[in-house]
């Protein structure tokens, strides 16, 4: 009978043994596992932050610098790189200044530049010809998206009117020359207009296309 008890005990030992070792190895293993969960937590943290990182990051800004062209009265009339939010007479001192017969009453110097404006400032005779200033965004119906330029096929009398030495007559007979003859096909064939001499070709040239 003693011997059955003592087999008994040590069997139970044995169980009891083996329970504690089997529970010695699973809290090993999982105390090595622990610092990989807390690794691959921190990991999906960070990436997580840097994904909203590149999200606000990836919203598009104003442009830092703006281009805008200026032409007529002007002593270096070119295209100007300029600071977002820069006005016209910041543009109009990097063109180092206005001609002695520029019409400086008529223009406003704190217009606030876009980029691509296309500026024209009148001399004094042209603007007692014409009676505008030229301040022109490129994107607009009658502009070449690229260039800026009055496109003499689509502009209408208003629209030709903003060119400097072109009034309403003038305006007015452009359109009845490509009511009579056809689109433009060149702006050279602008001459061919009655009322437009050499002279207010030169001036023109800088400020059209025909849109091909």
């Given amino acids: 009978m003693q011997k059955i008890i003592e087999q008994y005990k040590l069997i ?3 169980a009891l043994g083996s329970i504690v070792l089997l529970f010695l190895v699973w809290r090993s293993i999982a105390v090595k596992q622990q610092p990989f969960a807390m690794l691959s937590s921190v990991e999906s943290q960070m990436s997580s932050f840097s994904l909203v990182e ?8 104003e442009p830092d610098i703006i281009y805008v062209d200026i032409k007529g009265a002007v002593k270096q009339p070119n295209v100007y790189a300029l600071p977002s939010g820069s006005r016209l007479f910041d543009l109009i001192e990097l063109a180092g200044g206005f001609l002695p017969e520029a019409e400086t009453s008529v223009v406003n110097q704190a217009q606030l530049l876009s980029d691509q404006m296309l500026i024209y400032i009148h001399t004094q005779d ?9 301040i022109m965004p490129t994107h607009n119906d009658t502009a070449n998206e690229r260039t800026g330029l009055v496109n ?3 502009a209408n009398v208003s629209e030709l009117q903003t060119l400097p ?9 452009i359109v009845a020359y490509r009511t009579e003859n056809g689109s433009f096909q060149s702006i050279e064939e ?7 001499g050499g002279k207010t070709y030169e001036q023109l040239a800088p400020l059209i296309t025909v849109g091909h």
Avoid: P
């Fill in 12 to 14: 139970i030992i044995g």
């Fill in 54 to 61: 590149s999200s606000d990051s990836s919203k598009e800004k």
């Fill in 126 to 134: 042209e603007w007692a010809e014409s009676g505008q200033v030229i």
């Fill in 152 to 154: 003499l096929n689509t």
């Fill in 165 to 173: 030495g072109i009034g309403a007559s003038k305006a007015e007979a």
């Fill in 190 to 196: 602008l001459q061919q207009v009655k009322g437009i």
